[in-house]
């Protein structure tokens, strides 16, 4: 067994606990706001690489060798995806952000606005 990774995915929460710099880049999906640090399924992010973007249901989060193993439903096909997460890899090809932050900045720019942004609404919630 390398030990370079904790064994299951209990250990890694609580490795993440105790190191909490070395795994910045995976507080997107587990993390202590549960007692289990797994994120709620069924909760949203759109996923931006260099070849694009998409928005995802999240479905599973599973834990082996050192990846974290996401199941994912593309939004506007009803795909299903597997994408795998390497624990060490700090610059991952593609990452993640939980829509409803998008949502929540998009819905504070709006209220610090003049401007009608019904158009940004819109397409938000399509």
Not at 63 to 75: A, F, P, V
Request: glycine fraction near 4%; charged fraction near 25%; proline fraction near 4%.
């Amino acid at each position: 067994m390398d030990s370079n990774y904790p064994a299951n995915l209990d250990e890694l929460v609580h490795d993440m606990e105790m190191h909490p710099y070395q795994y910045q880049h995976l507080k997107i999906f587990l993390r202590r706001e549960s007692n289990t640090g797994i994120p709620d399924f069924g909760e949203q992010y759109l996923a931006v690489s260099h070849d694009g973007f998409a928005l995802y249901r999240l479905d599973s989060v599973d834990y082996q060798d050192g990846n974290i193993i996401l199941s994912l439903t593309e939004k506007s096909t009803n795909q299903p995806v597997k994408f795998s997460v390497d624990i060490n890899n700090t610059q991952p090809s593609c990452i993640f952000i939980r829509w409803t932050d998008i949502w929540n900045l998009v819905l504070a720019d709006i209220l610090r606005s003049d401007v009608d942004d019904i158009d940004l609404i819109e397409i938000i919630e399509d």
